[in-house]
C-alpha cells in the first residue's frame, strides 16, 4: 500500500487556496517525505453558502498538477477528483494527456459525477444529465488519446474524424472513478483502473449523494465483490481512500493507532491511502510532511 498527499482543502469563503503553500513546494516536500503520489481536487464554481457551511476552495486540478510535475520525477499526480460532466470530454482528454506528457507518464484520472447542484447551473451543466455526461467521457476519452482518427456522437457535439497529436506516452491514462454506488463500481469493473471509494461517518454522506460507507471492514467485501466482476484484471484494479483522521495533528502523535488503521485498509484490499493536507501556513505544511514520512514512510 503507497500513500498520496492531498493538497490541503481550505474550508470557508475567506481562506487563500495558497495559505497552505505553493504547490511546488509540497509537492518537492511530499516527495522527498516517501509519498508516491500527490493529489488535487477541484470545484470550479462552489457556491457562498456551501462554503460557508463547510466546503471547500480548490485551484485547478490539471494547471496544478502539471505545475507539481515540474518540480518532481516519481510522484503520481491524481485529480482526486475532477467532475466529468463539467467540460466537454475533449477538454477533459486534452488537459489529462498533456499533464500525462510533460510528467512523463505520471497522471492518473480522477474522476467522479459530481453533487453540486448549484455548481452545475453554475457551468451550464444539466444536473440530470450527469451519469449520460459521464458515461460518454469514459468513451471518449482513450479514443482521443490513442493518437488516431476518430469520430463520436455526443449529446452536444459531433466529432467527425477528429484527431488529437500529441498523444500521451502511455496506450491508455489510468482512469479512478469515485463514488460508493453499485453504478460507479460497475464502471469501474468494466472500464476503469482505480476505485475511489468514500469511507467515513454517515453524516459525511448527506450532500455527496453516495451510500455510506463507515470503514475498511464494511469496504473489503466491496472491494472482493469488485474485483470479481472484473475478472482477470481484477487484481489490478487500484482502490484509494482518504484517510481523514490526522487532521492538524502532528502525525508522530499515537503512532499505533494509525498504523494499526492503515493496516486494516491495506488488508481491505486498499492499495492508495491520501492523506489530506489540511494546514494553513507553508511551514506547517513542510512540518507535517517531514512529520508523516519520519513516522510512517521512513524518511
Known amino acids: 500500500m503507497q500513500f498520496m498527499f492531498g493538497y490541503p482543502e481550505l474550508r470557508g ?19 522527498a517525505a516517501g509519498f508516491g503520489g500527490f493529489a488535487v481536487t477541484e470545484h470550479p464554481a462552489p457556491s457562498a453558502k456551501w462554503l ?9 486540478p490539471f494547471v496544478a498538477l502539471g505545475n507539481a ?9 491524481l485529480t482526486y477528483l475532477t467532475v466529468l460532466p463539467y467540460r466537454s470530454p475533449m477538454l477533459v482528454a486534452k488537459a489529462a494527456a498533456t499533464v500525462d506528457i510533460v510528467s512523463g507518464g505520471r497522471f492518473i484520472l480522477g474522476v467522479g459525477t459530481g453533487y453540486l447542484k448549484g455548481e452545475f447551473r453554475a457551468l451550464g451543466v444539466d444536473f440530470d444529465e450527469r451519469n449520460e455526461l459521464f458515461d460518454e467521457a469514459l468513451d471518449v476519452l482513450p479514443m482521443h488519446w490513442s493518437g488516431e482518427p476518430f469520430s463520436y456522437q455526443g449529446r452536444h457535439f459531433e466529432a467527425r474524424d477528429v484527431i488529437a497529436r500529441p498523444a500521451p506516452p502511455r496506450a491508455s491514462i489510468p482512469i479512478w472513478i469515485g463514488g460508493n454506488s453499485a453504478l460507479a463500481r460497475r464502471r469501474v469493473a468494466e472500464r476503469g483502473h482505480g476505485w475511489m471509494p468514500m469511507i467515513g461517518p454517515a453524516e459525511l454522506f448527506a450532500t455527496t449523494r453516495t451510500p455510506s460507507v463507515p470503514g475498511g471492514a464494511e469496504l473489503a467485501p466491496m472491494i472482493d465483490e469488485l474485483q470479481a466482476n472484473a475478472g482477470e ?27 494499526e488503521a492503515f493496516a486494516q485498509l491495506a488488508a481491505a484490499g486498499v492499495t492508495w491511502v491520501v492523506i489530506p493536507g489540511s494546514t494553513t501556513s507553508r511551514a506547517s505544511s513542510l512540518d507535517f510532511l517531514a512529520g508523516f514520512g519520519t513516522t510512517y514512510l521512513g524518511s
Open 233 to 259: 484484471r481484477g487484481v489490478q484494479i487500484d482502490v484509494a481512500v482518504a484517510y481523514n483522521d490526522l487532521g492538524d495533528a502532528d502525525p508522530a502523535a499515537d503512532p499505533d493507532r494509525h498504523r
Open 13 to 31: 469563503t475567506e481562506a487563500s487556496r495558497l495559505d497552505p503553500g505553493p504547490v511546488s513546494d509540497l509537492a518537492a516536500a511530499a516527495e
Open 69 to 77: 510535475a515540474a518540480v518532481t520525477t516519481q510522484l503520481r499526480l
Open 52 to 60: 460557508a457551511s463547510g466546503g471547500h476552495a480548490t485551484l485547478d
